[in-house]
């Protein structure tokens, strides 16, 4: 199953704790990974599923690709503004995301990204909030037998 995240609000919460980094490693992460992504993602790895990331935010690749790797985090496909807006733009705007055009089997986020009752709604798992974020949504994540 390929799993993409969205980053604000979802894996990156300035309000909420974070991840914690050594200290010459803080000086290169310009935000931080919201408490919990480590153990999830560790989670999704064990079954075999790598995390993308789909974010419409003007971030660019490589600065994702690092802030992942500083927590020791590996990530499958990153897929940013610069990438979401040429295909969006072929659905006619209809969608703030749209995962099925990048493969991705489910896409976890803080906000509804599509309109109820879509073809893709049902591939949206919408992230809680609390301190056991990463526990229940591993729960609905979980590779099923």
């Given at each position: ?8 609000g979802?894996?990156?919460?300035p309000?909420?704790?974070v991840e ?9 992460a310009r ?5 919990g992504?480590?153990e999830?993602f560790?989670?999704?790895g064990?079954s075999g599923?790598v995390?993308?990331?789909?974010t419409?935010?003007?971030r660019s690749?490589t600065?994702?690709?690092l802030?992942?790797r500083l927590?020791g985090?590996r ?6 503004a610069?990438?979401?807006?040429e ?12 995962p ?5 089997a ?6 509804p ?10 591939r949206?798992v919408?992230?809680?909030?609390g ?5 229940k949504?591993?729960?609905q994540?979980r590779?099923?037998?």
């Amino acid at each position: 199953m390929n799993v993409s995240f969205d980053l604000d609000g979802t894996l990156i919460c300035p309000d909420k704790p974070v991840e914690p980094l050594a200290w010459p490693l803080r000086l290169l992460a310009r935000e931080r990974l919201r408490m919990g992504t480590r153990e999830l993602f560790a989670r999704l790895g064990q079954s075999g599923i790598v995390p993308s990331i789909y974010t419409t935010s003007l971030r660019s690749p490589t600065s994702v690709r690092l802030l992942f790797r500083l927590h020791g985090l590996r990530l499958d496909r990153i897929v940013t503004a610069h990438h979401h807006g040429e295909k969006l733009a072929r659905r006619g705007g209809e969608y703030a995301k749209i995962p099925d055009e990048y493969g991705f089997a489910v896409h976890v986020d803080d906000a509804p990204v599509c309109p109820p009752g879509s073809p893709m709604d049902s591939r949206i798992v919408l992230v809680e909030d609390g301190p056991e974020w990463h526990t229940k949504l591993w729960t609905q994540l979980r590779p099923r037998e």
